[in-house]
């Protein structure tokens, strides 16, 4: 059993916001997308992208991922059931919703490509190789956080929780990322059709993240809203689920063409 720890650095002063405390989650997330900026960039140069437009499409993939899953925290998870207020959409700290990010990144990734008259999937491809390893330290920042509680276990990996032994989704998903990264690795050795990461991105997630979700703390003092029995997280798999398929068919029927004809 993994035992109860918060890291978090001392507090360091800034003119006029004050003290500011840096934690571990902030660090991690920093890392993750830097890390996965970089193998964005080494799948983009496989598919003969550059590296300034690369880093254009990424800034509007964070800028408007952030900013949506800021939203969709808002309205799907925070304000069930009630209206939201103005202090709740205004405040960018106040939560941030997983699949608002994906949805968000997503669009940031087709505005920016229209904007420059860019075919999509080479940059939605580089986009997935590197956001597997960026989303395992993404997930690893939620694990020092304790952010994402599961229900009581006895299982191995469980983490003491101050009020017992819980699953901790935030590692779950950081242990899965981890093997995707190692598989996207593996699969780097030779060359792959355009469309393969995202693929098996899309595929791989869905199922897992819809299972996991099941395994969500209904006991603590905010649980997360639930549709029908579903999370918000659960109802966005299926249409994953769905996109992934359809990538799936994309990729085959394009396997032999030349890696930037979309």
């Known amino acids: 059993m993994i035992p109860w720890f918060n890291i978090e650095f001392p507090s360091i002063p800034f003119p006029i916001i004050g ?20 193998l964005t960039k080494v799948r983009g140069r496989e598919l003969g992208l550059v590296d300034e437009r690369v880093d254009s499409m990424v800034t509007w993939a964070l800028v408007i991922g952030f900013i949506v899953a800021h939203l969709f925290d808002v309205f799907a998870y925070q304000t069930f059931g009630k209206h939201p207020s103005w202090a709740d959409i205004l405040n960018p700290i106040a939560g941030l919703s997983s699949f608002g990010g994906f949805t968000g990144a997503l669009i940031g990734l087709f505005i920016w490509c229209r904007r420059h008259h860019e075919r999509v999937m080479p940059y939605a491809d580089s986009l997935a190789y590197g956001l597997a390893t960026g989303w395992m330290f993404g997930r690893l920042g939620c694990f020092t956080a304790h952010d994402h509680p599961g229900s009581h276990t006895s299982f191995f990996l469980a983490v ?58 209904h006991d603590v003092p ?39 004809v979309v």
Do not use: N
Request: glycine share 10%.
């Open 19 to 38: 003290k500011l405390t840096i934690h571990a989650f902030g660090i991690l997330v920093a890392i993750g997308i830097i890390v996965g900026l970089r």
């Open 160 to 217: 003491r929780y101050p009020d017992g032994p819980r699953h901790d989704l935030g590692l779950y998903e950081a242990i899965w990322a981890a093997c995707i990264s190692l598989w996207f690795a593996w699969l780097r050795r030779k060359k792959r059709p355009l469309g393969t990461y995202v693929a098996i991105l899309t595929l791989a997630y869905a199922p897992v993240r819809f299972g996991l979700d099941f395994l969500r703390a």
């Open 222 to 260: 905010e649980p997360d809203a639930r549709y029908l029995g579903l999370t918000p997280a659960q109802w966005g798999c299926i249409g994953v689920l769905v996109a992934g398929i359809a990538l799936s068919v994309w990729v085959r029927r394009h396997a032999h063409s030349p890696p930037t």
